[in-house]
């Protein structure tokens, strides 16, 4: 039986709920964390539900992989725990664990990912909240038509059109610039670029709303490093596991070599009779 497939689907829910229920999982980033600058408060009250987390995948790959060991190969369970404990516990602590460090530590690597899988699967929606926020690209127009701005007024914000057309090209790649990191900074790059506050009367709401989808963005990248690392842990211990001789006791030694012995003794029995038979016959 290859253990690997329920390997991954039990990781998968487990993942699945550390990111979709908060009250399980990884807590939600709001505007609020952000203007007080609690994000680093923040990621210090995630460490614990992260090793949470990472201590719910071990132990369900261990139990998977006892499981599979005890129906294998029998005897004692005891002896083929043991042997499960080192096969899951050493590889997920010292590859998954240090990922997990890793990605801490070095946030900006999630954009292998983020800025691939995680825009297609926010490009949309972010496209159609920047749309409602910000002016029209023809931007030249837009503001040299606006009498009520000074010259100074209007060269502040055609630079920042300038510098965000530039970076971007369109405004829904614009959210690829973003982090949960930088997310009031490129905001505040962006305010000259955006409609009058009368016009936009929910801007508080767009705001939280836009930063909901760069902070998922954000985690499918890095769910999709977990999911990759646990691929390629399960796929090698499952090979092991399957490919690996069952340690006996010297119990069940000794009842195997028992077993070796009646069969060699009831096969010599039956070459005997066969050899007497011939003898026999005229």
């Known amino acids: 039986m290859d253990t690997s497939y329920l390997s991954i689907f039990i990781f998968l829910i487990i993942t699945i709920v550390y990111y979709v229920f908060p009250a399980l999982g990884k807590l939600p980033i709001t505007i609020d964390i952000l203007q007080n600058n609690q994000l680093e408060s923040y990621y210090k009250s995630n460490i614990s539900r992260l090793g949470l987390y990472f201590l719910m995948v071990v132990m369900s790959q261990f139990v998977i992989n006892s499981l599979f060991l005890i129906n294998k190969c029998g005897g004692n369970s005891t002896t083929n725990v043991g042997v499960a404990a080192l096969m899951t516990f ?11 460090a890793v990605l801490m530590m070095y946030p900006g690597l999630k954009t292998a990912f983020s800025d691939v899988i995680g825009y297609f699967a926010v490009a949309g929606k972010a496209n ?136 060699e003794e009831e096969a010599q029995k039956q070459k005997d009779l066969n050899n007497s038979t011939t003898m026999i016959a005229p």
């Open 90 to 100: 050493v590889p997920w602590t010292l590859i998954f664990g240090v990922m997990l």
């Open 128 to 263: 159609d909240i920047l749309t409602s926020i910000l002016v029209d690209t023809s931007i030249d127009d837009t503001i040299n038509t606006s009498g009520d701005m000074s010259d100074l007024a209007k060269g502040t914000m055609k630079k920042s059109a300038e510098a965000i057309l530039k970076l971007c090209g369109n405004k829904s790649v614009l959210i690829n610039q973003m982090s949960p990191e930088n997310f009031l900074s490129v905001w505040d790059v962006m305010k000259p670029l955006m409609k009058d506050s009368g016009n936009i009367p929910d801007i508080q709401q767009k705001q939280q709303e836009l930063l909901g989808l760069v902070v998922l963005k954000d985690n499918i990248g890095e769910g999709l490093w977990y999911l990759y690392t646990a691929v390629f842990l399960t796929s090698i211990i499952s090979f092991n596991l399957a490919s690996r001789g069952c340690r006996k006791t010297v119990d069940q030694l000794k009842a195997s070599h028992d077993e070796y012995l009646k069969q």
